[in-house]
């Protein structure tokens, strides 16, 4: 079953329609139904996503525990990042510009964490587990050539997509793909261009 309707969700979970109301309204743990013609003629039904039912049996559960609504928001807030391919890291020791290509991918719906140099770019790869990561190559420090190799390494990290960026002529394409990179940018950096790419490698990846 690909849908469900309210009546469907209060039969196995045991809370009234007005919680329902809201956990959807209020809350927002859960869209709106999608609100169609009864197929009988016999007025209008609402329709939610089949995982609705299982949400509203973990909210429930979490409220029978003690759980505070705040406390379920943010429980459910870091299941989704964990489980969204829709993350990227970006890696750069210029802050503003880094926290400009963080508001660029956050205003096309990405989760996004940033880190300024290569050991911190490492230990966040690991931890936030982005599917995609946009390095500058000149780090201070552990540069990215070096974090590209550590990453190809490394067996939780070794499939992130790595796009590198650089506004430094010593390194070349060619090199920087050697190290473990997928892509490369010359900076300044075409933003439609990277956000067509990390696109394109998020399709792949989620028909793997």
């Not at 007005?18 to 999608?34: A, E, G, H, I």
């Not at 429930?60 to 990042?81: F, N, R, V, W």
């Amino acid at each position: 079953m690909s849908r469900i309707t309210a009546a469907d969700i209060l039969k196995v979970v045991p809370i009234t329609r007005k919680t329902l109301w809201l956990w959807q309204k209020k809350y927002r743990f859960f869209p709106d139904p999608v609100k169609e013609g009864h197929p009988g003629g016999k007025g209008i039904v609402g329709y939610y996503p089949a995982w609705v039912e299982e949400r509203c049996k973990q909210v429930y559960a979490l409220q029978k525990k003690g759980y505070t609504i705040s406390m379920i928001k943010e429980i459910l807030e870091k299941e989704e990042k964990e489980k969204s391919t829709r993350k990227v890291l970006v890696v750069d020791d210029e802050q503003k510009f880094c926290d400009l290509l963080k508001k660029i991918f956050q205003k096309n719906e990405f989760i996004v964490e940033t880190a300024y140099d290569g050991w911190e770019a490492g230990k966040k790869a690991a931890q936030f587990q982005p599917t995609i990561m946009v390095l500058d190559i000149t780090l201070p420090g552990i540069n990215g050539l070096d974090v590209c190799r550590e990453l190809r390494r490394d067996e939780t990290t070794k499939n992130i997509k790595i796009i590198a960026i650089s506004g430094d002529l010593r390194y070349t394409e060619q090199e920087v793909l050697e190290a473990g990179a997928n892509s490369f940018f010359t900076k300044p950096v075409n933003f439609e261009n990277l956000l067509t790419l990390s696109n394109e490698y998020l399709e792949k990846f989620e028909n793997l």
